[in-house]
């Protein structure tokens, strides 16, 4: 059975967001997390911070939507950025060469600290 995902935003600050993301992401869930963090791309926040501090299992769907997410931000001239990754979840990232283009922080005030300080403002 798939735990209910939560997806809360945590902080905004001008073109940054961070989501606190929490339960299971699979085939049932990764679809609510990508609409959720698409959304808050296309309302001006494309440096986008996934807290995944309360995430209790990722598979392959959930794997997909964040290369969706990450593309995504990318194409909205911002970023994805991961905190608090969990070990499992950190392995496949870096098993798939993800961890390269997903930046990954030990907790939610590091990554917000690493995005505030490299985050171009808009011209």
């Not at 679809?31 to 296309?42: C, H, N």
């Not at 001239?77 to 030990?106: E, H, I």
Request: with cysteine.
């Amino acid at each position: 059975m798939t735990d209910a995902l939560t997806l809360i935003t945590t902080h905004t600050d001008g073109r940054l967001v961070a989501l606190r993301v929490g339960g299971e992401i699979d085939m049932h869930t990764a679809p609510i997390l990508r609409e959720g963090a698409l959304d808050m791309i296309a309302q001006g926040h494309p440096f986008l911070i996934l807290d995944l501090t309360r995430v209790t299992f990722c598979d392959s769907s959930g794997l997909n939507a964040l290369i969706g997410i990450m593309r995504y931000a990318i194409a909205a001239n911002g970023s994805l950025t991961l905190a608090a990754v969990p070990d499992r979840l950190s392995r496949m990232l870096d098993l798939t060469g993800l961890k390269t283009f997903m930046p990954s922080y030990p907790s939610i005030e590091a990554a917000m600290n690493a995005c505030l300080t490299i985050k171009p403002e808009p011209a």
